[in-house]
């Protein structure tokens, strides 16, 4: 099993940038991808970003498109989701999830592990 624990949330003005992290323990996540989802208050989870095993690949959100950046270190077994030029449309709980797949999907379904989130808010 994995855990995941997600940390670098906070509350932020529009326009600037926040960098989040994903730390995780118990296994490796060199085999899994890796995702980014987020849920706003009385919304569903979303998809945000991800990344495949290898991190030769990156899909992202067409609202978040060209503002954030997903990557990975697996020697430090931690994903990063950097986050740009933020909008208060970005406020909400953010998720790190891992699944056993070399491809990441978009649906929150597919996947294995979650960590308990980090807030992110963004004032107008």
């Known amino acids: 099993q994995v855990q995941l624990v997600e940390s670098g949330g906070g509350l932020v003005q529009a326009g600037v940038s926040l960098r989040l992290s994903c730390a995780a323990s118990?296994?490796?996540?060199?085999?899994?991808?890796m995702g980014w989802f987020r849920q706003a208050s009385g919304k569903e989870r979303e998809f945000v970003a991800a990344?495949?095993?290898?991190?030769?690949?990156?899909y992202y959100a067409d609202s978040v498109k060209g503002r954030f950046t997903i990557s990975r270190d697996d020697a430090k077994n931690t994903v990063y989701l950097q986050m740009n030029s933020l909008k208060p449309e970005d406020t909400a709980v953010y998720y790190c999830?891992?699944?056993?797949?070399?491809?990441?999907?978009?649906?929150?379904?597919?996947?294995?592990?979650w960590g308990q989130g980090t807030q992110v808010t963004v004032s107008s």
């Open positions: 118990g296994r490796t996540i060199s085999p899994y991808a």
């Open positions: 990344i495949n095993w290898s991190a030769s690949s990156s």
């Open positions: 999830a891992a699944e056993r797949s070399l491809i990441p999907s978009y649906n929150p379904q597919s996947y294995d592990y």
